[in-house]
């Protein structure tokens, strides 16, 4: 069974920074696409950021490309977001997202191209 917990959510000040991690298990975490995707409230799920592959390929929205980091450590099975400068309209649920195997630039950024979901943490960013 996959699990893809997230953590690291929480109040903070804009302008400020926080870091997400995801611990995977149940899949062959050297091997898959990772992502991360947030979800505000009346909106549709957004892309946020991947890494593909190897770990050396990110690709990130324009909203946060600049500010954010994706990283993943193959050793602890865990994926990393970070954003600093935060805006209020980087405040919603931040979700994990898997799937085995390598993803394209292209593919990264849309939620139907994974296949196992964390449960969400909460962002919440005040002005």
């Known amino acids: 069974q996959v699990q893809l917990p997230e953590s690291g959510g929480g109040l903070v000040q804009a302008g400020g920074s926080l870091r997400l991690s995801c611990v995977a298990s149940?899949?062959?975490?050297?091997?898959?696409?990772l992502a991360w995707f947030r979800q505000a409230p009346g909106k549709e799920r957004e892309f946020v950021a991947a890494?593909?592959?190897?770990?050396?390929?990110?690709v990130y929205a324009d909203s946060v490309k600049g500010r954010s980091t994706i990283s993943r450590d193959n050793a602890k099975n865990t994926v990393y977001l970070q954003i600093d400068s935060l805006k209020p309209d980087d405040a919603a649920v931040y979700y994990c997202a898997a799937k085995p195997g390598p993803l394209d630039h292209y593919s990264a950024s849309y939620p139907r191209n994974y296949d196992y979901w964390g449960q969400g943490t909460q962002v919440t960013v005040s002005s």
């Open positions: 149940g899949l062959t975490f050297s091997w898959s696409a």
């Open positions: 890494v593909i592959w190897t770990g050396v390929s990110t």
